[in-house]
């Protein structure tokens, strides 16, 4: 489990407003505009026994300039007219915001909280309790 965070442009991220939604092709836009952005529209990782899991979706993309660690990449993942990351830090939620104000978006938290940039340091250290040191692709 874990807390996502949404760019949108809907009055919330769960709503299904076509109208207000980020179409795919704007979002690819902004990808290939954006030298730390690299459009995979897949998600993939080697489990310890050898065997590989994978995630696959149009408008998945990779921020290349994030290093947490050499295991953890920053996945910003476009669903329903909405960029979603999972349990991001400080730092993704700085691009995030950078990629909202690109796209005339917001950020918005999964309960419905907006996000600007003096509310991003203390959502971080809220946040940064959820996380685990786990790979994305571990359930358990």
Not at 55 to 69: C, D, P, S
Not at 77 to 88: C, E
Not at 97 to 119: C, F, P
Request: glycine share 4%.
């Amino acid at each position: 489990m874990g807390y996502d965070i949404h760019i949108t442009r809907q009055e919330n991220w769960y709503d299904d407003n076509k109208a207000l939604q980020i179409p795919l092709d704007e979002w690819k836009g902004y990808i290939e505009n954006d030298a730390e952005m690299r459009l995979d529209n897949f998600a993939e990782a080697t489990l310890p026994d050898g065997d590989t899991i994978r995630m696959e979706n149009e408008g998945l993309a990779v921020w290349t300039k994030y290093a947490r660690n050499s295991n953890n990449q920053a996945w910003f993942d476009y669903r329903k007219g909405n960029i979603t990351v999972k349990n991001p830090d400080e730092k993704i939620m700085k691009k995030m915001l950078a990629i909202a104000n690109t796209l005339n978006a917001k950020m918005q938290g999964d309960e419905g909280e907006i996000y600007d940039l003096s509310e991003i340091r203390k959502t971080a250290a809220l946040l940064s309790s959820f996380r685990t040191k786990k790979p994305w692709w571990k359930f358990w």
